[in-house]
């Protein structure tokens, strides 16, 4: 598994939480996106809440991170895209959510 | 960090997503106008033409005025299967209905009870199968459809009004009802023209 991203941003600079999956934003996109096989542009803005501007970077980070696939092609003459989680992705999302639940497991109960 | 059941949730809100714009609502009322019409009428076909001709309204409206608002999303594979399968079992449903209705209908010598309480029968068959939908579906207002599919069957039968004006009425009502979701849909959802050209960037 790669240990950058383009952005520079380290998807582990702890030892086990995958900090790229991390940030709520990607972590709502990858959660969508793995619910389901694949989501035009439209749809994800639609559904998390995101601007275009926003989605756009974080897809593009998770992409560079080699999580998410995206396809361009036309309807009609206007530009559609649509992302879909790799099998690394699915993996790293799946690992992300034990990890997650390990660390939280482990915290000592509260006073 | 989400749960599992927040992830289910999710899934959940992604499906419904579907059933927010009203044209399932408008497939059930204009199928069970048209079934109303048909007995009005004597026209047998009407039906299946009108069940074809509402498939074709369904796909436009989908088409044209869900997708553009927001957006397409392609279900895993199990969750395609499984609602291939929920298809098919409504389909095969159906058409067995209309079948069964058709056998008892045209047999010569009905027995007493049959004569008396077909209308009765055969709208609390068809309002089980639409239980069904609102139930695989979980859309609850689909019982609601049920019960007034079941109250035009009552009311022809204890008050007198002509069966097919039940059917008429009760699918007037869900048609009315899916536009009512449809132009809630179409207000709470503006068309996109492009991607990226919502004005945020």
């Known amino acids: 598994m790669a240990t950058s991203n383009s952005g520079g941003e380290d998807k582990r600079s702890t030892p086990s939480i995958d900090r790229l999956i991390h ?10 996106l793995y619910v389901v096989e694949s ?12 601007t275009w501007g926003n989605l756009s970077a974080h897809i593009g980070k998770l992409e560079a991170a080699g ?7 036309f309807l009609g003459k206007k530009p559609h895209t ?20 390990q660390v939280l497991d482990e915290l000592p109960p509260s006073r | 960090m989400m749960k599992d059941s927040e992830l289910r949730t999710i899934e959940r809100k992604v499906y419904m997503s579907f059933f927010e714009d009203g044209v399932w609502d408008i497939f059930l009322g204009l199928f069970i106008l048209g079934w109303g019409l048909s007995i009005l009428t004597k026209a047998a076909y009407l039906p299946g033409v009108s069940f074809i ?3 074709f309204v369904m796909w436009g409206i989908k088409k044209w005025l869900t997708y553009p608002r927001i957006g397409y ?6 969750s395609r299967r499984i609602i291939t399968i929920r298809f098919i079992i409504l389909g095969t449903a159906v058409l067995l209905l209309g079948l069964l209705a058709a056998i008892l209908w045209g047999i010569g010598t009905r027995p007493q ?29 689909f019982y609601l459809y049920a019960a007034l599919i079941f109250l ?11 069966w097919e004006f039940g059917f008429i009425g009760s699918g007037g009502i869900i048609l009315l009802s899916g536009l009512g979701f449809l132009i809630r849909f179409l207000r709470k959802y503006p068309r996109v023209a492009q991607e990226g050209k919502d004005g945020d960037q």
């Open chain 1, 39 to 50: 989501a035009d542009f439209l749809f994800l803005v639609k559904q998390t809440g995101l």
């Open chain 2, 113 to 141: 009870w049959l004569a008396d309480y077909f209308p009765l029968i055969f709208n609390g068959m068809l309002a089980a199968v639409v239980c069904f939908v609102a139930y695989w579906a979980r859309v609850n207002r």
């Open chain 2, 152 to 162: 035009g069957a009552v009311l022809h039968q204890w008050s007198g009004i002509e």
């Open chain 1, 67 to 73: 999580y998410v696939e995206i396809k361009k092609d």
């Open chain 1, 23 to 32: 940030e709520p934003a990607r972590y709502t996109i990858m959660a969508y």
């Open chain 2, 53 to 55: 001709g509402i498939y």
């Open chain 2, 73 to 78: 999303v392609r279900f895993s594979s199990t």
């Open chain 1, 82 to 101: 649509v992302a879909s989680l790799t099998q690394e992705g699915r993996l790293a999302f799946e690992a992300y959510r034990r990890e997650m639940m």
